[in-house]
Structures are given as C-alpha cells and as structure tokens.
Antibody
Framework: EVQLVESGGGLVQPGGSLRLSCAASGFTFSNYWMTWVRQTPGKGLEWVANIKQDGSEKYYVDSVKGRFTISRDNAKNSLYLQMDSLRAEDTAVYYC?????????????WGQGTLVTVSS | QSALTQPPSASGSPGQSVTISCTGTSSDVGRYNYVSWYQQHPGKAPKLMIYEVSQRPSGVPDRFSGSKSGNTASLTVSGLQAEDEADYYCSSYAGSNNLVFGGGTKLTVL
C-alpha cells in the first residue's frame, strides 16, 4: 500500500525556518517525481515545488523561489522541504504528493498533510 | 501565475448531472491538454479524478468525465450520489514547469 506521511509542521515566527519531511513507503520511491502542494486553511490548493527522481531537476512556484528548497533522499525514501524566511502567507497545510506518471503534473497519491503556521 | 477560475459552489439532486467549469487562459488551459481534476472530502487529501482533460485513473467511476473547449475545462458528474458531495479542484500545466490550481468548487448533493 502506497503511503506518504508528512511531518515537521508547527508554529514558527515570521522570518523563521522549518523543515518538512515526507516518508514514503509501498512503492519504489526513486522511480517517481515528487511534489509539495499547500492548501491555505479554508482556501484552495497551490503547487509549491517538485523534484525529479534523481534530484537533478527542481522547480518552484515564484512566490517561494529563493526561500524554499526541495530535496530528497532515495536511500531513505524521503522527501524534504526546507522553508526559510517564512511569511504569514506561507501558513498552510503542506502535502507531499507522488507524480502519477501521466503528464508530469498529476498526483495520484497524497499524504495527509502537515500544518505550518507562521505567526508572531 | 494566476489561479484558474471555478464557481464557488454547484449543486444537484441524486441521479442528476452537474457540470463544474474551470476557466483559465491561452497560456494554461487553452494551450495544454494537461488539465486535471481532484476531489477532496473534508479533512482528507485530494484524490485524482481526471487527468489530461478527460482520462480517468483506474478505479474512478465512469460517472466522472472531463472535457475542454478553448480556455475552459469542465468536469461533469452524472448520476449524482451522496458520496460525490465534496470540493473539486481543477489544475492545469501553465508552461515553464509551473502548475496552477483553481480556487475550488463545493459540490452539494441536495
């Protein structure tokens, strides 16, 4: 059974940092692009970043470029999101998701999410 | 990147059909056949229902169908069932390794 389990969320002050983790199991992690998507409480979804199977390609939404870094450790079946210079507008539930392998931007498995709150 | 435009709500009675629209621009929905639809129940993670405009992943009922015309994509749910009540989000590839989502539509089964 495919499972994605996020961790690392919490309350952080503006300007602070947080590192999210996503533990993957039930599939060959190294064969898939992986993605972070966030959802503002009560609002919609926003694609944040994705990373190629071997980590050689990484892409970000404009609003997080230069502040967030996506990475992965295939030996540990884990995906990460390092978030620096956090802002109030980064407050959201962060999901890790697996690329479904169709067009490259479809996600067939999602974790349950981890809440990040940026507030003083 | 601007979000895609969806109606905030839609509704229908059991057995009826309902269509949810998703309007983008010539730079996303109109340019690429990479429109997806997700269903999200309260407190749950999104579930992929449609990919590449009209393709259904294995296990998704054929009551769910997708289409596109110009800059607008649509999701149609036929034979509405109580369990279809959820939020629905569209997404579209927007070029330059970017993806945009719609704001979501709350589907109510009356």
């Amino acid at each position: 059974e495919v499972q994605l389990v996020e961790s690392g969320g919490g309350l952080v002050q503006p300007g602070g940092s947080l590192r999210l983790s996503c533990a993957a199991s039930g599939f060959t992690f190294s064969n898939y692009w992986m993605t972070w998507v966030r959802q503002t409480p009560g609002k919609g979804l926003e694609w944040v970043a994705n990373i190629k199977q071997d980590g050689s390609e990484k892409y970000y939404v404009d609003s997080v470029k230069g502040r967030f870094t996506i990475s992965r450790d295939n030996a540990k079946n884990s995906l990460y999101l390092q978030m620096d210079s956090l802002r109030a507008e980064d407050t959201a539930v962060y999901y890790c998701a697996r690329d479904a392998g169709y067009s490259g931007y479809d996600f067939d498995y999602w974790g349950q999410g981890t809440l990040v709150t940026v507030s003083s | 990147q601007s979000a895609l435009t969806q109606p905030p709500s839609a509704s229908g009675s059991p057995g009826q059909s309902v269509t949810i629209s998703c309007t983008g621009t010539s730079s996303d929905v109109g340019r690429y056949n990479y429109v997806s639809w997700y269903q999200q129940h309260p407190g749950k993670a999104p579930k992929l229902m449609i990919y590449e405009v009209s393709q259904r992943p294995s296990g998704v009922p054929d009551r769910f169908s997708g289409s596109k015309s110009g800059n607008t994509a649509s999701l149609t749910v036929s034979g509405l069932q109580a369990e279809d009540e959820a939020d629905y989000y569209c997404s579209s590839y927007a070029g330059s390794n970017n993806l945009v989502f719609g704001g979501g539509t709350k589907l109510t089964v009356l």
